[in-house]
């Protein structure tokens, strides 16, 4: 118990850059709109590195870190934020800010031109897989587990609603980064 105390202390600091970030991506978000366009895929990429904090975090406090699930859940975690940046910054390198590849634009073009379009969604899909791992193998801190998992599995269930499903992934992150900041998991220790 007291090594979870000292593990979330360090760790504070990433939960506090996750919860800033989140909550600034949400502000810029609704103030203007969330379309499928570079502007929004680069700010994207990089609210989700944020949000490795807050779960490299969560994993050193609920134990995750220590188990096999856990920290393969981390690795693929990062794997799909760095290849969702590289999408990201692909579609500004080939299609500037403002174009939408899955729009009246976008369907005039082939699969290869439209390549990070391709890899902004799988790696958001690595990216949730490897979440919901690291949330699986914590163990029960009260409700911040739920958090972890939810913030995984949320962002499937939240690609069919498009724009507005963003809004609902992002809830259970500012959740667990709010609860890793605020020592949420030593009060249900």
């Known amino acids: 118990m007291a090594e979870a105390r000292s593990a979330n202390r360090e760790g504070r600091g990433l939960a506090l850059v996750a919860l800033v970030v989140s909550l600034a991506w949400l502000a810029y978000a609704l103030l203007d709109g969330l379309t499928t366009i570079g502007r929004h895929f680069v700010p994207l990429a990089l609210l989700r590195f944020?949000?490795?904090?807050?779960?490299?975090?969560?994993?050193?406090?609920?134990?995750?870190?220590q188990k096999r699930l856990g920290r393969a859940g981390l690795v693929v975690a990062v794997v799909g934020a760095a290849f969702n940046m590289v999408g990201a910054v692909g579609s500004v390198v080939m299609d500037g800010w403002t174009f939408d590849p899955f729009g009246a634009g976008g369907e005039a073009r082939t699969g290869s031109e439209l390549w990070y379009a391709f890899v902004i969604g799988l790696?958001?899909?690595?990216?949730?897989?490897?979440?919901?791992?690291?949330?699986?193998?914590?163990?029960?801190?009260?409700?911040?587990?739920?958090?972890?998992?939810?913030?995984?599995?949320?962002?499937?269930?939240?690609?069919?609603?498009?724009?507005?499903?963003?809004?609902?992934?992002?809830?259970?992150?500012?959740a667990l980064a709010a609860g890793l900041v605020t020592g949420a998991e030593e009060r249900t220790e």
């Open 123 to 174: 790696s958001a899909f690595v990216f949730a897989i490897g979440t919901a791992l690291v949330g699986i193998a914590g163990r029960p801190i009260g409700w911040l587990r739920i958090s972890a998992i939810l913030a995984g599995v949320l962002y499937v269930v939240g690609i069919p609603l498009g724009a507005p499903g963003h809004y609902v992934w992002i809830a259970p992150w500012i």
């Open 50 to 65: 944020a949000l490795l904090g807050a779960l490299a975090t969560f994993a050193r406090v609920s134990g995750a870190g």
